[in-house]
Structure formats: structure tokens, C-alpha cells
T-cell receptor
Framework: QKEVEQDPGPLSVPEGAIVSLNCTYS??????FMWYRQYSRKGPELLMY????GNKEDGRFTAQVDKSSKYISLFIRDSQPSDSATYLC?????????FGSGTKLNVKP | NAGVMQNPRHLVRRRGQEARLRCSPM?????VYWYRQLPEEGLKFMVY????????ESGMPKERFSAEFPKEGPSILRIQQVVRGDSAAYFC??????????FGPGTRLLVL
């Protein structure tokens, strides 16, 4: 079992929709969680960083961690075509970063 | 504060040549990670370095690949005697602490 599992998609939504991206992780010791956005042929860009459980909001983005179910979510409100990219969930533990395989999102105008 | 810099952005090599990829971390960052990404695939960890030390090289192929992060200057990922299978995007990330990281734009290596 991979340490971080993520549905690869692709996920296609209309402009303005609320997008929910999800990951699960296997190691209950994981405390640090990140979401990255990667546009085609570009480097990943850090979107959100959370520690332990709870919610964190930044503009249209909300990151949520539920440690009891080992579930990580990223919500995008009022999605825009410019949000079309691959989204990576990542966890950190003891000098190692564990990457999900990425979910490809397409927001249609 | 400039972001993570990588050069060259594109590199073409013939089989058997050496490829040298450079990464300048963000100012104040002392942790550097290298990743490889094949088209339509996820990021694969290669190596984690701090200044003058290799901390974790568990993702590095045993032969032909090496990495360094000297006291002065950029981190270097070196691939000797490149083969076609080495063609990929190589990303460097730097970190101020340890729990998060910022990526560079990548170097796209093409081996002919």
C-alpha cells in the first residue's frame, strides 16, 4: 500500500463549481500535510500547508485534515478555468515527503 | 526573495554523455531535494541533501547518478553516461525547515 493514495482523475467540472479533491494516507504518525498545484510542464507550486487536524482557509481554497480517518481534502470554491492543473497531496514524516500520484482537474468555461 | 532556480531549463544530451543539472535554493534554505518526473507520472524522490551532506539517497539509482550540495554554490545532480531512459523532468525543491518545500521550474533532459 502506498503511503499516500490519490485518485488520478481526471476530474472535469464547469466553471463556478465547488471542487473536492481527496487523499488518504496510511501512517497515523503523519502530522504535516501539503497541497501542491502543478501546471503542465511547470514545477509544483505550494498551495496549502497544514499541521495536524483541522481546517485552513486561503481565499477560495480550504484544506482539511481528518486524522481519525486519515483523510486529506482540498476544496476549491468558485472554480476557474485557471484552476485547471494537477493537484498533489503530500505528507511529511522524518525527513521524507510522501506524494500522492496527483489528480488532474479540468475546469470548463 | 527569488524562488528556487534551476538551470539549464532544457538539456539535450547524446547517449553516453554526462548531464549536469544545477539547483540554487531559495535564500536561507539549507535543505535540498531532487525529484524525477516522467511524462504523465508522479514525482519520484531521488535524494535529500543539506550543505555538504547527503542525508537520504534511497531514491537514487546505484550507478551513474550522484548529487552534491557544496558549502558554496548550487546543488548539482550529475548523470554520467546518460541513456534514453534518463529522459525526464528533474525538479529540485528547497526547504527552510524540513516540513515543507518549494520547487524550482525543473530541468527537462532529453537523451538522443
Amino acid at each position: 500500500q502506498k503511503e499516500v493514495e490519490q485518485d488520478p482523475g481526471p476530474l472535469s467540472v464547469p466553471e463556478g463549481a465547488i471542487v473536492s479533491l481527496n487523499c488518504t494516507y496510511s501512517n497515523s504518525a503523519f502530522q504535516y500535510f501539503m497541497w501542491y498545484r502543478q501546471y503542465s510542464r511547470k514545477g509544483p507550486e505550494l498551495l496549502m500547508y497544514t499541521y495536524s487536524s483541522g481546517n485552513k482557509e486561503d481565499g477560495r481554497f480550504t484544506a482539511q485534515v481528518d486524522k481519525s480517518s486519515k483523510y486529506i481534502s482540498l476544496f476549491i470554491r468558485d472554480s476557474q478555468p485557471s484552476d485547471s492543473a494537477t493537484y498533489l497531496c503530500v505528507s511529511y514524516n522524518f525527513n521524507k515527503f510522501y506524494f500522492g500520484s496527483g489528480t488532474k482537474l479540468n475546469v470548463k468555461p | 526573495n527569488a524562488g528556487v532556480m534551476q538551470n539549464p531549463r532544457h538539456l539535450v544530451r547524446r547517449r553516453g554523455q554526462e548531464a549536469r543539472l544545477r539547483c540554487s535554493p531559495m535564500k536561507g534554505h539549507s535543505h535540498v531535494y531532487w525529484y524525477r518526473q516522467l511524462p504523465e507520472e508522479g514525482l519520484k524522490f531521488m535524494v535529500y541533501l543539506q550543505k555538504e551532506n547527503i542525508i537520504d539517497e534511497s531514491g537514487m539509482p546505484k550507478e551513474r547518478f550522484s548529487a552534491e550540495f557544496p558549502k558554496e554554490g548550487p546543488s548539482i545532480l550529475r548523470i554520467q553516461q546518460v541513456v534514453r531512459g534518463d529522459s525526464a523532468a528533474y525538479f529540485c525543491a528547497s526547504s527552510p525547515t524540513k516540513e515543507t518545500q518549494y520547487f524550482g521550474p525543473g530541468t527537462r533532459l532529453l537523451v538522443l
